[in-house]
């Protein structure tokens, strides 16, 4: 069985997806370069790794039947039109859960804790007895998308000491945290101390974080998101930030990446700006999530856990 690996890290990918999976055949290219790989050998793949599909490369793979997203994100491979519908997709989503979880808690410390006051202070050599870190003792956290990455942020900030909820599509009981819907997160984010953003791209989640929430907000409510840049309308973060009904906001990913430069955001006094790096996409974060995967192409089994093209993931 043949798998082509479409990535601009192909020369890390291709080695690791190989030994991982020795009966595969793995040949790789960068995104640019699609005449890297004999035209003929691509045409006879059965399997594709990829990020972003290059314009025309399905065409390419006539015998093509399933895609490897390198990522946790499909909204981008769902919404390609070269794509036929019939062609499963998996995701992977590795230790992204473990790597956010990182992320928002050492933001939200950094914060807590009153870092960036005690490095000035120090700067001036000034022994500064008001500066205080703030309790997050019992602080709502509300965490919108509470698959295996939600699910992991939350259990970092109720070790924080936080009082955590999951934002689900449908709510559900849950042995380890309270799961609403997604028509109560108006109503809970007045009392709000965090809101992560860990849902993915869908009809129903593209830019839920507008006007009509972020109006319902508070000064001491910092928003995270860490899932895709569609889910928050810019314009009406910024807004609010102005306004007050919401303190700050830390942000990995954009409608746009890279950031243009001409941003506000990159500017702005409330706001974090991070490059997508909130959960790495290598091989030894992501290949024993792929795993199963791999070993039932390689024995021409069906992928487990395809995603769902209805509800997006």
Same mark, same amino acid.
């Given at each position: 069985?043949?798998?082509?690996?479409?990535?601009?890290?192909?020369?890390? #990918?291709?080695?690791?997806?190989?030994?991982a999976?020795?009966?595969? &055949?793995?040949?790789?290219?960068?995104?640019?370069?699609?005449?890297?790989i @004999?035209?003929?050998?691509?045409?006879g793949? &059965?399997?594709?790794?990829?990020?972003?599909?290059?314009?025309?490369? /399905?065409?390419?793979?006539p015998?093509?039947?399933?895609?490897?997203?390198?990522g946790?994100?499909v909204?981008h491979?769902?919404?390609n039109?070269e794509?036929?519908?019939h062609?499963p997709?998996s995701? %992977?989503?590795?230790?992204?859960?473990? #790597?956010?979880?990182?992320?928002?808690?050492?933001?939200?410390? %950094?914060?807590?804790?009153?870092? &960036?006051?005690?490095?000035?202070?120090?700067?001036?050599?000034? #022994?500064?007895? !008001?500066?205080?870190?703030?309790?997050?003792?019992?602080?709502p956290?509300?965490v919108?998308?509470?698959?295996?990455?939600?699910?992991?942020?939350?259990?970092?900030?109720?070790?924080?000491?936080?009082?955590?909820?999951?934002?689900?599509?449908?709510?559900?009981?849950?042995p380890?945290?309270?799961? /609403?819907?997604?028509?109560?997160?108006? !109503?809970?984010l007045?009392?709000a101390?965090?809101?992560?953003l860990?849902?993915p791209?869908? !009809?129903a989640t593209?830019?839920?974080?507008?006007?009509?929430?972020?109006?319902?907000? *508070?000064?001491r409510?910092?928003?995270f998101?860490?899932?895709?840049?569609?889910?928050?309308?810019?314009?009406?973060?910024?807004?609010?930030?102005?306004?007050?009904t919401?303190?700050?906001?830390?942000?990995?990913?954009?409608?746009?990446?890279?950031l243009?430069?001409?941003?506000?955001? #990159?500017?702005?006094?409330?706001?974090?700006?991070?490059?997508?790096? !909130?959960?790495?996409?290598?091989?030894?974060?992501?290949?024993? @999530?792929?795993?199963? *995967?791999l070993?039932?192409?390689?024995?021409g089994?069906p992928?487990?856990?395809v995603?769902d093209? &209805?509800?997006?993931?």
């Amino acid at each position: 069985m043949r798998l082509a690996v479409v990535h601009h890290h192909h020369e890390e #990918w291709v080695p690791a997806l190989q030994a991982a999976e020795p009966r595969l &055949e793995v040949r790789g290219m960068h995104p640019r370069d699609l005449d890297a790989i @004999d035209p003929a050998w691509l045409g006879g793949a &059965e399997g594709l790794f990829c990020w972003r599909l290059p314009q025309g490369l /399905v065409a390419r793979m006539p015998c093509l039947r399933w895609v490897q997203n390198s990522g946790a994100g499909v909204d981008h491979l769902l919404a390609n039109p070269e794509l036929p519908p019939h062609i499963p997709i998996s995701r %992977a989503d590795g230790t992204f859960g473990l #790597w956010m979880a990182r992320y928002v808690a050492g933001h939200l410390l %950094a914060e807590a804790q009153r870092l &960036e006051r005690s490095a000035e202070a120090q700067r001036a050599g000034r #022994w500064d007895a !008001s500066i205080l870190p703030e309790d997050l003792t019992g602080g709502p956290a509300l965490v919108l998308g509470f698959g295996r990455i939600g699910r992991q942020i939350g259990r970092a900030l109720r070790e924080l000491g936080l009082d955590v909820t999951g934002v689900v599509r449908t709510p559900r009981p849950d042995p380890e945290f309270p799961l /609403v819907g997604l028509s109560d997160l108006v !109503s809970r984010l007045g009392a709000a101390r965090v809101l992560v953003l860990a849902a993915p791209l869908t !009809s129903a989640t593209r830019g839920i974080v507008g006007a009509h929430l972020l109006d319902r907000g *508070n000064a001491r409510l910092t928003l995270f998101n860490v899932g895709r840049g569609e889910l928050v309308d810019p314009a009406a973060l910024l807004l609010a930030l102005e306004r007050g009904t919401i303190g700050r906001a830390v942000l990995d990913v954009f409608p746009e990446e890279p950031l243009p430069p001409d941003s506000p955001l #990159w500017r702005h006094p409330k706001v974090t700006v991070t490059p997508h790096h !909130s959960g790495p996409s290598t091989p030894r974060q992501l290949i024993p @999530d792929i795993l199963p *995967n791999l070993r039932a192409f390689a024995e021409g089994r069906p992928i487990p856990g395809v995603v769902d093209r &209805e509800r997006g993931y």
